[in-house]
């Protein structure tokens, strides 16, 4: 009866350590998965915003281009 409970007590204390190293494993996986979900998100983020930098950069050109064309055949005329 006591070694029967004994090996009980072992068994249940190396499936708690068990439990308890997947938990961990579990944790350490989920929190890897998040860190690249972030990464790809940042860099989602920065293209999307360089995109939109280098059009306004460009419609800014243009739009100066045809204000300054514009002056200048007013004046020119």
Do not use: P
């Amino acid at each position: 009866m006591r070694q029967s409970l004994r090996q009980l007590e072992r068994a249940f204390v190396a499936e708690s350590e068990l439990d308890r190293e997947t938990r961990e494993s579990l944790r350490r996986t989920a929190e890897r998965r998040a860190a690249k979900r972030r990464a790809a998100r940042t860099i989602r983020e920065g293209r999307s915003r360089f995109i939109l930098l280098s059009l306004m950069l460009v419609a800014t050109a243009v739009v100066v281009a045809l204000v300054m064309f514009r002056a200048l055949y007013l004046i020119l005329e």
